[in-house]
């Protein structure tokens, strides 16, 4: 089993950025493919990014393509999310989550979750 622990969030201005980090403990962190989700109040929980345990491999949902970036540092057992030219509409809770898989985008994928963070950007 693997636990996760998000950090990072807060308030901030629309336009302006934030860089969520989620710890890892307990099994090997490198074996992992990790993601990032939110839920937007009201709204289901949504695939933000995710990375590969293997090759790296990235991949964002539409609206945040350009604006977050997804990295991870085994040594650290830590994976961030770099968040720029946030948006009102980016307000959420975030959720870093883990998965054996190599490839995964939906929550189902997933069998480790964080307990979130949230994130708010005001107008």
């Known amino acids: 089993q693997v636990q996760l622990v998000e950090s990072g969030g807060g308030l901030v201005q629309a336009g302006g950025s934030l860089r969520l980090s989620c710890v890892a403990s307990g099994r090997t962190f490198s074996r992992y493919t990790m993601g990032w989700f939110r839920r937007a109040p009201g709204k289901e929980r949504e695939f933000v990014a995710a990375?590969?345990?293997?090759?790296?491999?990235?991949a964002y949902e539409d609206s945040v393509k350009g604006r977050f970036a997804i990295s991870r540092d085994n040594a650290k057992n830590t994976m961030y999310l770099q968040m720029d030219s946030l948006k009102p509409e980016d307000t959420a809770v975030y959720y870093c989550a883990a998965t054996d898989k190599i490839c995964a985008r939906t929550t189902y994928d997933y069998d480790y979750w964080g307990p979130g963070t949230q994130v708010t950007v005001s107008s």
């Open positions: 990375l590969t345990r293997i090759g790296g491999i990235t």
